[in-house]
Nanobody, 122 residues
Framework: VQLQASGGGLVQPGGSLRLSCVVSGLTFNDYNIGWFREAPGKEREGVGC????????YIPDSVKGRFTLSSDRTRNTVYLQMNRLNPEDTAVYYC????????????????WGQGTQVTVSS
C-alpha cells in the first residue's frame, strides 16, 4: 500500500491550495483516507477524513468552513482543498489510511504518505 501526497507550496495569507493524495495497492473504494498536519514543535493534528465509498467527511472544528475533502475514484485520489489559509496552517501535510478508531487519532491510521510542505507567508 502506498500513499503519495503532493500539491504543497508557498502561499500568501488568504490564499488557497489543493493537496492531492494518490493511493495505490488497495481496493480504493473500501477505505477511509485522512489528512493530518504537523507543524514544528507541535503534535500531528487531524484535519479531515473521507469515506471513499459514500463521500462522507469528518472535518474538525479547527478547520471547518475552510478545508474540504473530496475524492476521485477514477484517479484513486483524495483531495484536500484549503481556503483562507493563514500562517498557523503552515505545516507538513500527510495523508493516511484509516484502519479503525477515532478519526482524529494518529493511532487510527496504518499507512502514511511521505508528506508535503505547506507554507503560508507573505
Amino acid at each position: 500500500v502506498q500513499l503519495q501526497a503532493s500539491g504543497g507550496g508557498l502561499v500568501q495569507p488568504g490564499g488557497s491550495l489543493r493537496l492531492s493524495c494518490v493511493v495505490s495497492g488497495l481496493t480504493f473504494n473500501d477505505y477511509n483516507i485522512g489528512w493530518f498536519r504537523e507543524a514544528p514543535g507541535k503534535e500531528r493534528e487531524g484535519v479531515g477524513c473521507i469515506s471513499i465509498s459514500d463521500g462522507t467527511t469528518y472535518i474538525p472544528d479547527s478547520v471547518k468552513g475552510r478545508f474540504t475533502l473530496s475524492s476521485d475514484r477514477t484517479r484513486n485520489t483524495v483531495y484536500l482543498q484549503m481556503n483562507r489559509l493563514n500562517p498557523e496552517d503552515t505545516a507538513v501535510y500527510y495523508c493516511a489510511r484509516f484502519s479503525g478508531g477515532r478519526y482524529k487519532s494518529v493511532r487510527s491510521y496504518d499507512y502514511w504518505g511521505q508528506g508535503t510542505q505547506v507554507t503560508v507567508s507573505s
